[in-house]
C-alpha cells in the first residue's frame, strides 16, 4: 500500500488525479521529501514537454490580462505578514473558501485567507481571485460580533465553474518546501469528498436552495447555496450551528451573491442542524429573527 | 535543497532573452507590483502558456478565460516564485496547466463519457491545426527526447498531461491496468527528465 502512493508521484506531477487523489497524496507529499524532489523534477520534465506547443494568444488577450491585474494586488512575500486577529480564535482547519469545481460555475475566488489546517503549517495560503472587482472588496472582512471575532468569508461565482484556486505556495513542513503550484485541499473539498459524509438539502424562501454537507470525521460542515436571494439592506445572512440540546452557536456569516460554498465556522462534528437567519450586518450573537432555514444533520 | 531546471536551449536572442534568468527576474518584479515586467513576461511566454491550454481545453473561447486566469493567477501568486526549487517557465506552466486541467474536467462532468473522451482524444502531440505552431529552436531537443520514450510512455503522457485525462481514465482509455497506466506515465516522465538533462 505505501508503494502505490509513492507510485502516483508521476500522474500528480502532471495533474492526473482526481481530487481526492490529489488531497491524499499531497498529505503524503508533505511528509515524504523523496517525492517532492521526484514531483519536482518530474513536473519540470513535464513543462518542458509542453514548451513545444505554442500558439499566438488572441489579439485582445494581453490587454485583458493587463487589464485584469489592475484590480488584484500581488501577494506579499511568505513570512512577512502579519498574523491575522482572528488567529486566536479561529478554529482548527478554518476558512478555506474554494471549493470542487462544478459545471455550472467558472468563475470564483475565495474571500479571505485560509488559515493553518491540523496537519502541516501553511504560511499565508492565499487563493487568487477572478477580479471583476478591486481586491479590497473579495478580501475577507474581520467582523466583532459579540466580541467574538468571526471571519467573514464566501465565494463568488460566475458563469460555469468555481476556480479550485490554484495558489503556488511554499508550504513548510518539518523544514521541508514543497515548492509546486500545491493546491491547498480546502475545508469544503475536503468534507465534500470525505467518506462519511453526510448531505441534507432545503429549499429557501424566496426561490434558491441550500445544500450542505457534514463529515463528523473531519468535524466540519459546509453549506453551498444556489440562487440564494439578497438580503435586505443592512442585512446578512448568518450561519449557526445547532447542537444537541436545541442551542444555536454562531458559524460565521455568508458573503454576498446567490451562489456560495462556505466552510462553516466551528465544530460541527455533533452538530443537530445548521441554520440560516438574517441577522444585522456584522452578525449577531445569537438569532434576532426566526431562521429562515434549519437543515436537520444525519 | 536540490534544484532542477531543465538545461537552458541556445534559442536566446540579445533582444528578447527568453533565458530562465530573464523569466524569473521578470516574476520578481512583477512581484512587487511592476506591471510593465509582467506585460514583459507576458510577451515572452503567453503563446507557451496558451499554447498548453488550448491543446488541454480545446475550446478557443475557454482557452482564452482560461490563459486569462493564468495569468491572473501568476500575477498574483508571483512572489511564490521560488527559484532555488525550479524554473520559472515551468512554474508558470504548472499554474496554467492545473487550470486548463480543472476546466476541461469541469465542463466535462455535464457530458456523456463517451463524447468527453472522443473530443479531447488527440492524434499527435504535435498540434497540428492552422493556427498553430511557432516550432522553437528548442523544439527539436524536446522532440528528440520524446523519441526515446516508448510508444505507450508517450501515448500515456499525451493523455494524462496534454489532454488532461486521470491516471484511471488513462487506463481505462489505453485498456491497461491502473497501476500500468500509472507506471507509464512515471516512467515516461523520468525518461524525459533524464533525457533532457534536468540538472540539479
Same mark, same amino acid.
Given at each position: 500500500m505505501?508503494d502505490?502512493?509513492h507510485a502516483l508521484?508521476?500522474a500528480?506531477a502532471v495533474d492526473?488525479?482526481?481530487?481526492v487523489?490529489r488531497a491524499?497524496f499531497e498529505?503524503?507529499?508533505a511528509?515524504c521529501?523523496?517525492?517532492?524532489?521526484?514531483?519536482?523534477s518530474?513536473s519540470?520534465?513535464?513543462n518542458?514537454?509542453?514548451?513545444?506547443?505554442?500558439?499566438?494568444?488572441?489579439?485582445?488577450?494581453?490587454?485583458?490580462?493587463?487589464?485584469e491585474?489592475k484590480?488584484?494586488?500581488?501577494?506579499?512575500?511568505?513570512?512577512?505578514? /502579519?498574523?491575522?486577529?482572528?488567529?486566536?480564535v479561529?478554529?482548527?482547519?478554518?476558512?478555506?473558501t474554494?471549493?470542487?469545481?462544478?459545471?455550472?460555475?467558472?468563475?470564483?475566488y475565495?474571500?479571505?485567507p485560509?488559515g493553518?489546517?491540523?496537519?502541516?503549517?501553511?504560511?499565508?495560503v492565499?487563493?487568487e481571485?477572478?477580479?471583476?472587482r478591486?481586491?479590497?472588496?473579495s478580501?475577507g472582512?474581520l467582523?466583532?460580533v459579540g466580541?467574538?471575532?468571526?471571519?467573514r468569508?464566501g465565494l463568488?461565482?460566475?458563469?460555469?465553474r468555481v476556480l479550485?484556486?490554484?495558489a503556488?505556495v511554499?508550504?513548510?513542513v518539518?523544514?521541508?518546501s514543497?515548492?509546486?503550484?500545491?493546491d491547498?485541499?480546502?475545508i469544503a473539498?475536503?468534507?465534500v469528498?470525505?467518506?462519511?459524509?453526510?448531505?441534507?438539502r432545503?429549499t429557501?424562501?424566496?426561490g434558491?436552495?441550500?445544500?450542505?454537507?457534514r463529515?463528523?470525521?473531519l468535524?466540519?460542515?459546509?453549506?453551498q447555496?444556489?440562487?440564494?436571494?439578497?438580503? /435586505?439592506s443592512?442585512?446578512?445572512?448568518?450561519l449557526?450551528?445547532?447542537?444537541?440540546?436545541?442551542?444555536l452557536?454562531s458559524a460565521?456569516?455568508?458573503?454576498?451573491g446567490?451562489?456560495?460554498?462556505?466552510?462553516?465556522?466551528?465544530?460541527?462534528?455533533?452538530?443537530k442542524?445548521?441554520?440560516?437567519?438574517v441577522? /444585522?450586518?456584522?452578525g449577531?450573537?445569537?438569532p434576532?429573527?426566526?431562521?429562515?432555514a434549519?437543515?436537520?444533520?444525519? | 535543497?536540490?534544484?532542477?531546471?531543465?538545461?537552458s536551449? $541556445?534559442d536566446?536572442s540579445?533582444?528578447?532573452?527568453?533565458g530562465a534568468p530573464?523569466l524569473?527576474?521578470l !516574476?520578481r518584479?512583477s512581484?512587487?507590483?511592476?506591471?510593465?515586467a509582467?506585460?514583459?513576461l507576458?510577451d515572452?511566454?503567453?503563446p507557451?502558456?496558451?499554447?498548453l491550454?488550448?491543446r488541454?481545453?480545446r475550446?478557443?473561447a475557454?482557452?482564452?478565460?482560461v490563459?486569462?486566469?493564468a495569468?491572473?493567477?501568476?500575477?498574483?501568486?508571483?512572489?511564490r516564485?521560488d527559484?532555488?526549487? $525550479?524554473s520559472?517557465?515551468?512554474?508558470m !506552466?504548472?499554474i496554467?496547466h492545473?487550470?486548463?486541467v480543472?476546466?476541461?474536467r469541469?465542463?466535462e462532468?455535464s457530458r456523456s463519457r463517451d463524447d468527453?473522451y472522443s473530443?479531447?482524444e488527440p492524434?499527435?502531440?504535435?498540434?497540428a491545426?492552422?493556427?498553430?505552431?511557432?516550432?522553437? !529552436?528548442d523544439a527539436?531537443?524536446?522532440?528528440?527526447a520524446?523519441?526515446?520514450?516508448?510508444?505507450a510512455?508517450r501515448?500515456a !503522457?499525451?493523455?494524462?498531461f496534454l489532454s488532461g485525462?486521470?491516471?484511471?481514465?488513462?487506463a481505462?482509455?489505453l485498456?491497461?491496468?491502473l497501476g500500468t497506466?500509472?507506471t507509464?506515465?512515471?516512467d515516461?516522465l523520468?525518461r524525459?527528465?533524464?533525457?533532457l538533462?534536468?540538472?540539479?
Open positions: 505505501s502505490d502512493i508521484s508521476g500528480y492526473a488525479v482526481d481530487d487523489e491524499r498529505r503524503h507529499l511528509d521529501a523523496a517525492c517532492q524532489d521526484e514531483v519536482a518530474l519540470e520534465a513535464a518542458a514537454m509542453a514548451t513545444i506547443i505554442e500558439m499566438a494568444p488572441p489579439a485582445g488577450l494581453r490587454e485583458r490580462v493587463m487589464r491585474i484590480t488584484v494586488r500581488p501577494l506579499a512575500p511568505l513570512g512577512d505578514q /502579519p498574523h491575522d486577529v482572528g488567529d486566536d479561529a478554529t482548527p482547519g478554518d476558512l478555506t474554494t471549493l470542487r469545481p462544478r459545471p455550472e460555475d467558472q468563475h470564483g475565495a474571500a479571505g485560509a493553518a489546517d491540523g496537519r502541516s503549517e501553511v504560511g499565508r492565499e487563493q481571485g477572478s477580479a471583476d478591486p481586491d479590497e472588496e478580501s472582512g467582523r466583532a466580541g467574538t471575532a468571526e471571519r468569508f463568488r461565482r460566475g458563469r460555469d479550485a484556486g490554484a503556488a511554499l508550504i513548510a518539518g523544514g521541508f514543497v515548492w509546486r503550484a500545491v491547498q485541499p480546502t473539498e475536503q468534507v469528498a470525505a467518506a462519511d459524509a453526510t448531505q441534507v432545503t429557501l424562501p424566496g434558491g436552495s441550500a445544500v450542505v454537507w463529515s463528523a470525521s468535524g466540519r460542515a459546509v453549506i447555496t444556489t440562487d440564494l436571494s439578497a438580503p /435586505p443592512g442585512r446578512v445572512y448568518q449557526w450551528l445547532q447542537d444537541a440540546a436545541g442551542g452557536r460565521g456569516l455568508l458573503g454576498p446567490a451562489d456560495q460554498t462556505v466552510a462553516l465556522e466551528g465544530d460541527a462534528r455533533a452538530a442542524g445548521v441554520g440560516i437567519s441577522e /444585522p450586518v456584522g449577531s450573537v445569537q434576532t429573527t426566526e431562521p429562515l434549519l437543515l436537520v444533520l444525519t | 535543497m536540490t534544484q532542477f531546471e531543465v538545461v536551449s $541556445g536566446d540579445p533582444d528578447e532573452p527568453t530573464a524569473a527576474e !516574476l518584479q512581484a512587487s507590483g511592476d506591471e510593465d509582467f506585460g514583459r507576458y515572452l511566454v503567453s507557451r502558456v496558451y499554447g491550454v488550448r488541454v481545453v475550446d478557443p475557454q482557452s482564452d478565460e490563459t486569462q486566469e495569468f491572473l493567477a501568476i500575477w498574483r501568486t508571483s512572489s516564485f527559484e532555488s526549487r $525550479g520559472a517557465l515551468s512554474w !506552466l504548472t496554467a492545473r487550470k486548463a480543472d476546466r476541461v469541469s465542463a462532468a468527453a473530443s479531447r492524434e499527435t502531440t504535435h498540434d491545426t492552422a493556427e498553430t505552431v511557432v516550432e522553437r !529552436l527539436e531537443r524536446v522532440h528528440r520524446l523519441a526515446t520514450l516508448t510508444h510512455q501515448r !503522457l499525451e493523455l494524462a485525462y486521470t491516471h484511471t481514465e488513462v481505462a482509455l485498456d491497461v491496468p497506466a500509472k507509464r506515465i512515471r515516461g523520468i524525459l527528465r533524464d533525457t538533462g534536468v540538472t540539479t
